[in-house]
């Protein structure tokens, strides 16, 4: 592109300000030490360059990665930029562009380094100088539905990525340019750039969550390119004397920090837990951990005295640990809060993440083989530490074990419990909100077999970056069904969403660890109470993973004990993925479904058929990818059975249709809802023979329920008989307990007890 008659224009003006427009760095402020200047030096070392040219040809996932980039970027040369001025939502043209733009930039700035062409650098330079010419004179955003519209995008948010990724090209290509046409760039482009997306929407920059520590670090990139202190200090800490309304909520219901702490500092303080979660749940942490990591190792770089790698017990490498155990047998991440489905860690953030964690975090070798798996590294100095590491043969398996991830910016606001054996997977969420992307959905859980859900979460109701579907954008269905507590398989009371669907209310409130105990292996155990979802009411979930010997594999029984002060209607819905084969109740099937409720989520479900139990255990059957599962359940008399479809009132077809299940009790006070969930057989279309087709559970019983003791008697279709009985008030391990159920005395010690019946 030419951009020589607007070097030419400003030229005077630049040569005048050389000496006013950039400031002496000789002290900095007490809490950001200075470092002498030095290019490339974020992500990038000059150090790190000759030893990436050195090994050049000899580390075959790196030189992988580099044809790769460097493919992209020749054509990218060879067809043109474009530089438009911005008009869309998420998925439209110009936002497409100026994303693949910051991107393009990014990767040609490592190539000139690595590679030493100038056509790289000048690919950079002449797109940069584009945008320096552009900026001055754009308006905020035509867009309005962001709480903080940016210029180049509809959301400062995004204003905030571009950032991140072209100060790592202007860090590479620093030395290339001359002084003028620095100056130019950061006096056009640069500061009013940085100065835009912080003090003027403080709204944005001033917040815990993850858009703030996008706009924090972007703001501290370019510090550090530029060796601004002063702006440096502003995204450690934030903007100072900001009078912000302690309640402005933004687009998705998340509030200004208020206790007075901004700023990249206090995005580490208070959403992640000492054990690396992240309260906004695992979708959002993999988007937040690029500019938390990327700007960490820069900071690692340039600024190592501030050891932002040991802050807070080092938990942002404590991070990487916790997201990739928070991902399916697939490496696919959880549905937890705000998600959407098939993302991974084959996601670039990722492959950030788990390079920096090993360049820094002391080489473990276990994360060369998710490196492995990914089959990419960063073309930087912690990329090739992991090409070389598995060049050297250095790589160990990652297993994932069974684990508990607190809540909380102390680990004092419930967790996430995660049950692992065999093939299946189970996840328990008990945790804190989960700022503005958090649903309303306590005690609820998933299961997952070889990587693919079983019993799903819905995750969100978003189309990312698809435009035809609201601009890419969050869909109004996922305030209305997606958050909504009967969304998720968890109880509802009286049809209305936990904590009333409020986040005001809901933010204040977190669930209770009650046991996690993966001791046992055959015998693994997760338990938590809620006891503000719903005043006067506490639930109490307990989910065990059984591995019994007779059969192929584990089976989860599950114990919702629910006690209130009012009687109430107890909702428990059940959200399978597959084929109903078969159920042991008949059930009368609408001719024309209809609409389960009127609010709280229940608009979007179609009451597809309808049973009423006779107080026997009741069993759904059904086929997923050619296995079979069951879920059988205790009932009461009078209890209802509903069948259930999501895709009510949705005109725009924004939902997926997907089969449910809810169990009803009405009129009741205190309740107890049991049931197991097994994967027993397989279907071969080839042979077409069906193997272990029928549930191997026979019969689920209450045997006792105080409120001291519930135990539970569960019959195989071997005639094998086992009892499990919880402590519903004690959790302590060294509590001793008796018991006499069905005439015969049980001792056991701790919290749960599961004691086989000859």
């Not at 709480?147 to 509809?154: I, S, V």
């Not at 040991?310 to 404590?318: A, F, T």
């Not at 049931?675 to 019969?699: F, Q, R």
Request: charged share 25%.
């Amino acid at each position: 592109m030419k951009f020589q008659k607007y070097l030419v224009l400003v030229s005077i003006v630049a040569l005048l300000s050389l000496i006013s427009c950039k400031k002496e760095q000789t002290s900095g402020s007490d809490n950001v030490p200075t470092n002498t200047n030095s290019h490339p030096s974020l992500i990038l070392t000059k150090q790190g360059v000759e030893n990436i040219k050195a090994e050049l040809g000899s580390i075959p996932i790196f030189d992988k990665t580099l044809s790769a980039a460097k493919a992209e970027i020749d054509l990218a040369i060879e067809e043109g930029f474009d530089v438009p001025i911005p008009k869309d939502y998420s998925g439209g043209y110009t936002h497409a562009t100026h994303k693949r733009n910051y991107a393009l930039m990014q990767k040609a700035g490592v190539l000139y380094q690595i590679l030493e062409d100038e056509k790289y650098a000048k690919f950079v330079k002449e797109m940069l100088f584009e945008y320096a010419k552009m900026y001055p004179t754009l308006p905020i955003h035509p867009k309005p539905r962001s709480y903080a519209r940016g210029k180049l995008f509809w959301q400062c948010l995004n204003d905030s990525n571009w950032l991140v990724y072209t100060s790592q090209a202007y860090d590479c290509i620093y030395d290339y340019l001359t002084k003028e046409e620095r100056d130019i760039l950061e006096n056009d482009l640069f500061r009013p750039y940085a100065n835009y997306i912080s003090k003027e929407n403080p709204q944005f920059f001033n917040r815990v969550h993850n858009h703030s520590t996008w706009g924090n670090v972007a703001v501290g990139m370019i510090a550090l390119v530029m060796e601004d202190d002063e702006l440096l200090e502003t995204a450690l800490y934030g903007l100072k004397n900001v009078d912000l309304d302690k309640n402005l909520k933004d687009n998705d219901g998340g509030f200004i920090n208020k206790d007075g702490k901004f700023g990249f500092f206090a995005n580490l303080d208070e959403p992640f837990s000492p054990d690396g979660y992240y309260t906004e749940g695992p979708y959002y942490q993999r988007y937040a951990m690029y500019p938390f990591l990327i700007f960490a190792q820069g900071l690692q770089n340039k600024r190592p005295a501030l050891k932002v790698l040991e802050y807070k017990d080092g938990v942002l490498l404590k991070g990487v640990n916790a997201l990739l155990n928070l991902t399916d047998a697939d490496g696919d991440f959880f549905l937890l809060n705000d998600a959407q489905k098939g993302m991974s860690y084959f996601n670039s953030s990722l492959v950030s993440a788990v390079d920096i964690a090993y360049h820094f975090g002391g080489n473990n070798p276990e994360l060369l083989s998710i490196a492995e798996k990914q089959n990419e590294v960063t073309l930087d100095d912690a990329g090739l530490a992991v090409a070389l590491g598995i060049k050297e043969g250095k790589s160990k398996p990652f297993v994932k074990q069974s684990i508990e991830l607190s809540d909380g910016a102390n680990g004092g606001e419930g967790a996430v419990g995660i049950l692992r054996n065999g093939n299946l997977e189970l996840v328990h969420k008990y945790t804190a909100h989960g700022l503005s992307h958090g649903h309303y959905d306590k005690l609820s859980f998933a299961l997952f077999e070889d990587g693919e859900e079983v019993i799903q979460d819905y995750g969100m109701a978003r189309y990312v970056n698809i435009e035809q579907k609201g601009g890419g954008n969050y869909l109004k269905e996922n305030k209305t069904w997606a958050k909504q507590s009967v969304a998720h398989n968890t109880l509802v009371q009286n049809e209305k969403s936990h904590f009333q669907g409020k986040y005001e209310i809901a933010s204040k409130h977190h669930a209770n660890k009650y046991i996690f105990d993966v001791s046992n292996k055959d015998l693994q155990v997760t338990s938590a109470k809620e006891e503000n979802a719903y005043p006067g009411t506490t639930m109490h979930r307990t989910l065990v993973m059984i591995n019994d010997t007779d059969y192929e594999n584990q089976y989860i029984l599950d114990i919702m004990r629910v006690e209130s002060e009012t009687a109430n209607q107890y909702d428990l819905p059940l959200y399978y993925l597959g084929q109903i084969i078969q159920t042991n109740f008949k059930y009368a099937k609408n001719d024309v479904p209809q609409i389960l409720g009127e609010s709280n989520g229940y608009q979007h479900l179609f009451e597809e058929a309808s049973s009423v139990a006779t107080g026997e255990n009741i069993k759904l059957n059904w086929l997923l990818r050619n296995k079979f599962y069951s879920y059988s359940a205790v009932t009461s008399p009078n209890d209802e059975i509903v069948l259930t479809k999501i895709g009510a009132n949705d005109p725009a077809f924004n939902l997926r249709n997907e089969p449910g299940m809810m169990l009803r009790k009405s009129n009741a006070t205190n309740a107890l809802l049991v049931s197991t969930l097994e994967s027993h057989g397989t279907y071969s279309p080839v042979s077409e023979l069906a193997l272990n087709a029928y549930s191997n559970i026979k019969h689920i019983e209450v045997v006792l329920d105080t409120k001291a003791y519930t135990a539970i008697q569960i019959v195989t279709n071997k005639d094998k008989r086992k009892i499990f009985v919880l402590a519903n008030q004690d959790s302590n391990r060294e509590t001793a307990h008796k018991l006499e159920i069905n005439n015969g005395e049980v001792n056991w010690k701790g919290p749960f007890y599961l004691k086989e019946i000859n």
